[in-house]
């Protein structure tokens, strides 16, 4: 029998807030964090999004570091920070056996971007030397190892809004395997330049809508696509009798863990969300389904595709036994930190034993046939979260989190 | 460009009180690596009009001042 995988430390700064607390409380309260937009140029018509609330980077990194490190990276270090500080790794842990898994989508792209600006403006020799540092995917993995001392295995798994996910699943395999004694895993996103905003607008995937407050509608019937969130969450993973040993306290279990694809679509999710229904199915398993109520954290991105086949997938699979809600309903979608802001919000919903609302969404589309969480936050004795993400690229990855006591 | 306003370029760039750097400090010990001293070396292009070679393997704040005014005076 491998090792329990327990949670002991969480740090998160997104749309909610800039700490755990603070994301805690707004998530519980249904105060979502979506915001109006600017247009930054002509043919722009995304007009609301879903930055990073209440952060100054200054505050955090003296300027010269701060510019080494493209804004994703710089969320990460934060977010990973916060949650080594409650893991208390200060002491006693052994930094060779330390390792990171920071999962991103697009990574750096906005300091490539820049930089290309710089170039087609001034030359060659005016772009940054610090153009590829900052842009590389792996940059964030890399920052936050350096600020750790983290010595282990370091790498950044990439599965487009799957990553965050991803990445908590892999560590939760490493620990099991004996390959680290801590991972600090998660994932970071930025996605604030405006070439993003339009492949994404062209994509027909962001939604036009200008009320921030029925922006993001997973779900819902009038639902129109999702709104780009921005930030970084982390969690701090070891085996069970390690964070005994050191004293640690411990929040949560990762006890299961699976990812299926599609194999069918770069960005299409296949229809009859069989490969969702497999992944679910794996991830149970993987952790030794007790057959009782799952809280589910959906991907629920808000787009009229996914929204239909995940809960296809998951009437298929769960039935009634499924407390569902979208926590992008508040913080938008944050893509490659996606799973790992909505890993944080399950342990959350777990400690308080309450499931946050589905803000703004008011009434289910036809064929919605799962229980999702309207209004505001249901009391409900649980004690498994299931966090879906689904990725382009045909990516399902299946999170199970589950009470230390259960 | 004169000593005062290359030690201020380094000043700023250091984030280091302009009083503390002298020339024969190593470019290290003001807190200058190696990708600082690309950025530097931009920075003090952009200043000059120059065109700085890094391969002349300068590791002190006088050697790097006197490639500067080297380069800047081909560039006059």
């Known amino acids: 029998m491998s090792a329990r995988v327990v949670v002991t430390g969480m740090g998160v700064v997104g749309p909610l807030g800039p700490d755990l607390p603070r994301t805690a409380s707004a998530l519980m309260a249904g105060e ?9 140029s002509e043919g722009d018509d995304i ?50 056996r330390l390792a990171v898994l920071l999962g991103t989508a697009l990574g750096g792209v906005h300091s490539g971007f820049e930089a290309q600006q710089q170039l087609t403006a001034s030359g060659v020799r005016r772009v940054s030397p610090l153009t590829i540092p900052t842009m590389m995917g792996n940059s964030a993995a890399a920052g936050v190892a350096i600020d750790l001392g983290a010595g282990g295995e370091v790498v950044t798994p990439v599965a487009a809004c799957a990553s965050g996910t991803v990445a908590i699943g892999q560590a939760m395999r490493m620990i099991r395997h004996g390959e680290a004694e801590v991972v600090v895993a998660g994932g970071s996103e930025a996605m604030t330049a405006p070439v993003v905003y339009a492949g994404f ?10 009320d921030p407050d029925r922006a993001s509608l997973p779900f819902d019937r009038d639902r129109s696509g999702f709104v780009m969130g921005e930030g970084a969450a982390a969690l701090v993973l070891e085996a069970e009798d390690h964070a005994r040993a050191r004293g640690a306290a411990i929040l949560g279990v990762v006890a299961g863990y699976a990812c299926t694809d599609d194999a069918h679509h770069i960005t299409a999710p296949e229809e009859s969300g069989a490969a969702v229904q497999r992944a679910i199915r794996a991830a149970l398993r993987d952790a030794g389904d007790d057959g009782a109520l799952v809280h589910v954290n959906a991907h629920g991105t808000g787009t009229a595709l996914n929204d ?58 036809e064929g919605i ?38 | 460009m004169d000593s005062d306003s290359y030690l201020d370029v380094l000043a ?34 952009t200043a000059t009009g120059a065109s700085l070679d890094v391969d002349q393997g300068v590791t002190t704040v006088q050697e790097l001042f006197d490639h500067v005014r080297e380069r800047a005076g081909e560039a006059s």
């Open chain 1, 32 to 40: 979502h964090g979506i915001v109006p937009r600017e247009a930054t």
């Open chain 1, 47 to 96: 007009r609301v999004h879903a930055p990073v609330r209440g952060l100054d980077v200054a505050e955090h990194f003296p300027r010269r570091e701060l510019h080494r490190m493209d804004r994703f990276a710089q969320l990460a270090v934060v977010a990973a920070r916060e949650a080594a500080s409650r893991a208390g790794l200060e002491e006693s842990v052994d930094r060779d």
């Open chain 1, 201 to 210: 607008q062209n994509l027909r995937a962001l939604t036009r809508a200008t």
């Open chain 1, 308 to 365: 239909r086949v995940e809960a296809r997938a998951l009437a298929a699979e769960l039935g009634d036994r499924a407390v569902v809600t979208s926590t992008k309903s508040m913080t938008g979608h944050l893509a490659g930190a996606a799973g790992a802001l909505e890993a944080v919000a399950g342990l959350i919903a777990l400690q308080e034993q309450r499931v946050p609302a589905t803000v703004g969404t008011r009434q289910l589309d």
């Open chain 1, 369 to 406: 046939d799962i229980d999702v969480v309207l209004g505001s936050a249901r009391a409900v004795a649980f004690s498994t979260v299931l966090s879906l993400s689904l990725g382009f690229g045909g990516h399902n990855a299946a999170l199970v989190l589950r009470r230390p006591e259960a």
């Open chain 2, 12 to 45: 700023d760039f250091a984030e280091t009180p302009r009083e503390r750097i002298t020339m024969e400090a190593e470019l290290a010990d003001i807190g200058l690596d190696s990708l600082s001293l690309l950025e530097i070396i931009m920075r003090l292009e």
